[in-house]
């Protein structure tokens, strides 16, 4: 298999506050709620980096089209990690999440294995890592 990951789903319990949450609170690129007309078809994608998309779609869409049971949540099951270029960079994206509705779960610091870091969870409950490596180059 070729590492080929073009598109992050997360389930979503309630489709219009994750949009507000992703389009207008953390300002991600979208063209809004797309595939109404269609039964477990709403869901909305966000454009990130080099083609890679993240897409809500409400959790019994993806249950549905997964065939398999709606089950119980687990934020420890899945993270996103966010990285940036500098430590003033991560507190203004950790600021920008929390005005946004994010709870921070653990506020920016100096992690123990070198960097800074910072984690939210997003209204679902979903968690993201912002963090910068003094030793990661990235990208623009």
Request: charged fraction near 20%.
């Given at each position: 298999m070729k590492p080929r990951i073009t598109v992050i789903t997360l389930?979503?319990?309630d489709l219009e506050r994750?949009?507000?949450f992703y389009r207008d609170g953390l300002g991600?690129?979208?063209q809004g709620i797309?595939?109404?007309e269609f039964v477990h078809g709403a869901v909305a994608s966000f454009d990130l980096h080099h083609?890679?998309?993240l897409a809500i779609?409400?959790?019994t869409s993806l249950a549905h089209e997964a065939k398999v049971p709606l089950g119980p949540r687990?934020?420890?099951e899945f993270a996103l990690g966010h990285n940036v270029g500098s430590k003033a960079e991560l507190d203004a994206v950790m600021a920008k999440v929390k005005n946004a509705g994010a709870t921070i779960t653990d506020p920016p610091h100096d992690a123990s294995r070198g960097g800074y870091t910072g984690s939210f969870q997003d209204p679902d409950g979903h968690v993201w890592e912002a963090a910068w490596n003094?030793?990661?180059?990235l990208a623009d």
């Open positions: 389930g979503v319990d994750a949009l507000r991600l690129p979208t797309v595939g109404t083609g890679l998309k779609w409400p959790c687990s934020a420890t003094p030793d990661w180059e």
